[in-house]
């Protein structure tokens, strides 16, 4: 339950600042093609970095690794918040930068720590549920995506303004701690030594 509690919550952060709401604010700010290309190229670009980052999940544990990660990539979420709070007379282009970097930040530090996810899970569920965990996994992820997306389209289509942003993203920061609290939930297990 807490697993899928963390997928819901967690889906219901990331797609506020990786999916369209992001994207609107940028584009709302007069950013390019170009930089709506590098934000929705962050997560795969660091996506990659589960690779390298795999050997220090084997040494720091699965649960404390994840916690970690969860929690020092939520930071970032708080700072695009701000962001979009910031004073109006601030350049929109300083603004764009500043999303950009905290975006960065947030998926370097995303790429590393899931790679102690499915590791974890899958010493957590016994073989035979595998195939029913991942697809309720599934139903609670796209679920909370399609929630998020629905209420936040209804959000920023009655309140168009950079703080109605804010408080999407302000959401997004809070979704994250409450995923951050059920994957603190979830039991540890014995690291495994790989083959």
Known sequence: LNAYLFQASNATSWSLVLGMPILLYLKKLGASATVLGVTVALIPLFGVLQIPAADYVERMGYKRFMVRGWTSRSIFILGIALVAFLPGGVIE????????????????????????????????????????????????????ITSTMLLSSGWVALFPSNRAYGGLFLFSYLAALTSVAFLRRIPDVQTVQTR
């Open 93 to 144: 282009r300083h603004r764009i930068a500043l999303i950009l970097v905290m975006l960065t930040c947030f998926a370097l530090v995303r790429g590393i720590s899931m790679g102690g996810y499915l590791p974890w899970m899958t010493q957590l569920v016994p073989e035979p549920l595998r195939g029913v965990y991942v697809a309720r996994d599934s139903m609670c992820m796209n679920l909370a």
